[in-house]
């Protein structure tokens, strides 16, 4: 009786100790890492342009880009949304890449044709990422600057 108790222990041990790893592991990951455009880029008025970010998050996310006249952030971390002129989900580049892309549509009206400094900041959302606030699922890379040209 006694060695089966033991091997339930060691069982039950054995199973914390992979989902502690597993849990680990997406939080080793860190935030996604912006790639297009570089920081302090200087991207041509009128053109669409194409937001390129690395995730290793291992498994299949969702990965966000904002794009802002502000560098200022929210209590998530990311640009507050009054403040957010574009966003979107990228998307995988091929299937199983760890390459995500966002090309936001082009509209004459958009800021894409307004000349100045923006923001944007790649996050994916990963309630699994801070479990001591749980509220807070985005899991956001560093903010690059970029200018579009007059």
């Known amino acids: 009786m ?3 108790a033991l091997r339930v222990a060691l069982a039950l041990s054995a199973i914390g100790a992979l989902a502690a790893g597993i849990a680990g ?3 080793l990951a860190g935030p996604p890492s912006p790639l297009l455009p570089a920081n302090k880029a200087s991207l041509p008025r009128g053109k669409s ?3 390129r970010v690395r995730d290793t998050a291992g498994k299949p996310t969702y990965v966000w880009v904002y ?7 929210g209590k998530d971390g990311t640009f507050p949304i009054k403040a957010r002129v574009d966003f979107g989900n990228a998307k995988p580049v091929k299937r199983g890449s760890t390459i995500y892309q966002f090309k936001p549509k082009y509209y004459d009206f958009d800021w894409m044709n ?3 400094r923006y923001y944007w900041q790649a996050s994916r ?3 699994g990422y801070k479990p ?3 509220g807070d699922c985005e899991n956001e890379g ?3 600057t970029f200018t579009v040209k007059g």
């Open 2 to 4: 006694r060695s089966r």
């Open 25 to 27: 592991a997406a939080r």
């Open 49 to 51: 342009v194409t937001f």
């Open 67 to 73: 794009v802002s006249k502000s560098a200022k952030r």
């Open 114 to 116: 307004k000349p100045g």
């Open 125 to 127: 959302t990963d309630c």
């Open 132 to 134: 001591k606030d749980f």
């Open 142 to 144: 560093p903010i690059r």
